[in-house]
């Protein structure tokens, strides 16, 4: 029996922001950021159905410079982002920032569409897209993470092959624990998507392993170029 969940009505989603509504509440009592809890939840909501729309646009439009452009725009945002949240952000290192996600990510991306799912087109927005997506935001938070604890390491007095190792082993920390964790802790978001979806589970196994290996190395390559490229002296 297929038990494959299909829609969610709009009055049922909005229970899913009672957890959301309680951790506001929790950080204004505890006189934390609540205002930018805030900030972040009206964006999320705001952000994914914009997207929404937009991705009905692009595959039905079927381009491939719709596709190209579209993730010129997800690299610059990874960019503008990642050394945002880490509070280094200047031309150089968002040079930097890109040329790493751009190597790390769009080799990764490169791989896995055309190698292991061998798209028809090659640029078939409707898995392209959304795995480009996943690709270039765990390289973000790589890149971020690699270099918020990189320059604390230098601005510590670490030499630079310290800094960078320290850096590197710091950016990995969130996917290795999901490596470790995958099956037993937690059933990834593409895997429970396709489950709910009523894909047949070791179908949606192989479709996950292709994701955590893909996120693991575009993130450690993306992580471990940008650390390259910062070596001091590099790039003056």
Not at 41 to 56: C, N
Not at 156 to 184: M, Q
């Amino acid at each position: 029996m297929n038990h494959s969940i299909e829609f969610i009505p709009i009055d049922r989603l909005a229970l899913a922001l009672l957890p959301v509504l309680a951790v506001v509440i929790l950080l204004f009592r505890w006189s934390l950021a609540y205002r930018q809890a805030i900030h972040a939840i009206i964006r999320m909501l705001a952000q994914l159905l914009l997207i929404g729309y937009f991705l009905v646009y692009i595959f039905r439009a079927e381009s491939a410079w719709i596709v190209v452009a579209v993730l010129l725009v997800m690299v610059v945002a990874a960019s503008w982002i990642a050394l945002g949240t880490a509070g280094r952000r200047d031309r150089r290192l968002l040079a930097k920032a890109a040329v790493s996600i751009i190597l790390g990510g769009g080799a990764t991306l490169f791989l896995i569409t055309q190698g292991v799912l061998g798209l028809e087109p090659w640029y078939a927005p409707s898995s392209f897209i959304p795995l480009a997506g996943m690709i270039f935001a765990n390289c973000m938070n790589g890149v971020s993470l690699a270099a918020e604890r990189f320059h604390v390491e230098l601005n510590k007095g670490s030499r630079y092959e310290e800094a960078r190792n320290c850096a590197l082993r710091a950016a990995l920390i969130p996917i290795t624990n999901s490596l470790f964790a995958v099956g037993l802790v937690s059933l990834p978001g593409m895997m429970t998507g396709q489950i709910l979806s009523g894909v047949d589970p070791l179908i949606a196994v192989r479709f996950q392993i292709m994701v955590m290996c893909m996120v693991y190395g575009s993130a450690g390559i993306a992580s471990a170029c940008f650390l390259t490229l910062s070596r001091p002296g590099a790039g003056q």
